[in-house]
């Protein structure tokens, strides 16, 4: 009550956005909470009736917002997130948490990692994982068994970004407990978002230190410090060339020789790079590979236009991966839009955000934008429930108002590994797709098949069967 005396103008604007009843303390979160295997579909079926609805944390506000013109109102004007302190037991400040002024160092330190020079690096590293992941079907060629992908195809991701970002291959030890305890981690995180006891920081404290999982959260931290540690001993003692960088590391490492970045920045920066990028491909490969399975004229299309112009098997060149295989970009945005890894994204708002209608969100509001709901919207997609690739065709895309897909996110804190994620994904569906034809026994996967944590999962895996291309005819 004295809290709403006190603030009016913050209350009233709050008062023009619908809600549910809200209880003191409590607020009215409760109706999201619940089994994380049935959240999407309670999250459609509460939005459904709504574009915008508020939500009570106790006494603090949250908007959710599903109308793609509402979420770039919002990023236009908005370049916070407010969660830093739910991840910093894992994370500190770094690109995806920090404020402002923080985020404006963390986007221009990581800015050249990916830049053409770096990402023509890179695509040598997505060649060679690429091929190591293809031949790991080979036990299950031709025997009829449908593989669920997820680890395998997990485990190469993994391996990718050690190698880029950190400079860690995988064949060298420890790597493998790393992707272990990494996926652990990662499970704790989104288990301190749906249970909400543990949002009270104490509570995780014991809750990790009990539980032994505090040594998780070590090591996690510990991995990426030593090879920091190791590059800069090796740069100062002259045992790389200052001017070559292979990895992100590299780049960081040698930024602060004369930069005031320390060495827990650098860690932090490269955990959340690894934290968003990793499973978001993953996610994408997996679920891309299941589609062409299911829809077998899409796959034919593609593996032709593989065929047309990567021909002889040689590794793909970053000309290649940006130019050509237009319609296999398709297939991939187009799975992203379905299956989007990212459910939501967080704004917060330092200033009040004058939406189209005017209406007013009050400054001091944390803003969830439904990437997963907005890319469902009628109004951009026809027939938003099939999995088309055609969604994606240069003349349905010229349809949409220019950003409105927002696989990536909009804005100035859109996704910074956009270009890496699609030429990345492609190289693993071509090494593929070039030595097996796909099947599956799954006829199609809905929103009732769909779980979220931290990212959105099949409920029901990803099968698939492999068959040698020369052993298909009629490809
Ligand atoms: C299919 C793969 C990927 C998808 C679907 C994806 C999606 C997204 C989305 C939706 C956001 C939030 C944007 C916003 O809030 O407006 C984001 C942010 C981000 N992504 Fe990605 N991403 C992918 C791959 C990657 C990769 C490979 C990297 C790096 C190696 C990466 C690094 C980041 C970073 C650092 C941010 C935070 C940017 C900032 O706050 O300035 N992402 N991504």
Redesign the pocket.
Known sequence: YLLQKQNTRFYQLLEHFPSYPTYPLIGNLYKLYGPQDDNIGKMEKIMEPYDRLLFWIGPIPTIMLKKYDDIMTV?NQCHD?DFHDFLKPWTDVG??T?RYDE?KK??KM?SPA?SSQMLTKYVEVFNEKASILADQFRSVVDTDEMVDIWDIVVNANMNT?LE??MGVSCEEKNNGGFTQVWMKALQNMSKRISTPWLHSRFALWIYLNITGKIKLVEYVNEFPTKIIKDTLHDIRNGNEPVHSSKTVIDLLVKKSLTDDITETRMKDEVL???A???E??A??VSFSLLMLAIHQDVQQKVYQEIKRLTPNDAPLTFDQLTNDLKYLEQC?RET?RMY???IV???YTHKECALHDNKIIPAGTNVL?H?HLSHYDKDLYENPRNWDPQHFSEQAVAKRPKGSD?????????????K???L??KTQLVHILRRYHLSTDIRELTADNLKSDLMVRSKIGYPIRFVSRQKFPGF
């Open positions: 990023t997130r690109i995806v920090a985020w963390s986007r990581l990916f970004a880029n970002i959340q790079l690894i968003t990028g990793m978001t491909s996610l994408n991939i992203g989007t890894a990212s994204t967080l704004r934008l990437l927002l696989l990536f996110g909009f804005g100035a804190r859109s996704c910074i590994g956009y890496y994620a699609l990345s994904i």
